[in-house]
């Protein structure tokens, strides 16, 4: 209907229906929920092709310091500068700054405490350069210690079969 309200359980039903008809139909691109919204994103396979023809790249790289405020952020939002800095042991300032220039950290309100100090949280943006939908998909700390473990021995038993040969 035509200038009628439209509830969101409809677009996200018709959005999901429309992604599905893409999938069906095999075209070079898919229509995803990322970030809390919706776009169409070129499909893997065509993805090799799809840089030969566009040279336009860019790449977000994140220093050491960078990356550990951003999973503080991640895991901990909202959250003050003090208490990322408690967590980290150093100071951050500087990092938080390039975070929000960069669009990865931005200010979602101010703490209930005194001098009710900045809350700090992730962006859609960062949603979409870690490939998730909602900060809820964010591995859980189990599931990370797993991995590193995972990892770990795995790297010791390729340093012990050098070792060894």
């Known amino acids: 209907m035509v200038g009628g309200e439209v509830k969101k359980a409809e677009v996200e039903q018709c959005l999901s229906s429309l992604a ?4 069906l139909a ?4 898919s229509l995803e929920n990322v970030g809390g919204g919706w776009q169409f994103l070129t499909r893997p396979e065509y993805a090799k092709m799809l ?13 050491k310091a960078q990356l550990e405020t951003l999973s ?8 003050t500068r003090f208490d990322i800095e408690s967590i980290r042991g150093v100071g951050c300032s500087p990092v938080l700054k390039v975070l929000q220039e960069r669009n990865f950290a931005r200010v979602v309100g101010r703490a209930d405490k005194l001098g009710a100090p900045v809350l700090y949280g992730t962006t859609r ?3 979409e350069v870690f490939g998730m939908g909602d900060i809820a998909e964010l591995p859980e700390r189990d599931e990370i210690m797993t991995m590193f ?7 010791q038993d390729q340093e012990k079969k050098s070792q060894d040969a």
């Open 149 to 155: 473990k995972e990892k770990l021995h795995s790297g």
């Open 125 to 127: 943006h960062f949603l």
């Open 51 to 63: 840089k030969k023809l566009v040279e336009v790249h860019r790449k977000e790289n994140l220093t």
């Open 26 to 29: 095999d075209k070079p691109y």
């Open 72 to 79: 503080v952020i991640a895991y901990s939002q909202p959250i």
């Open 20 to 23: 599905r008809e893409l999938v």
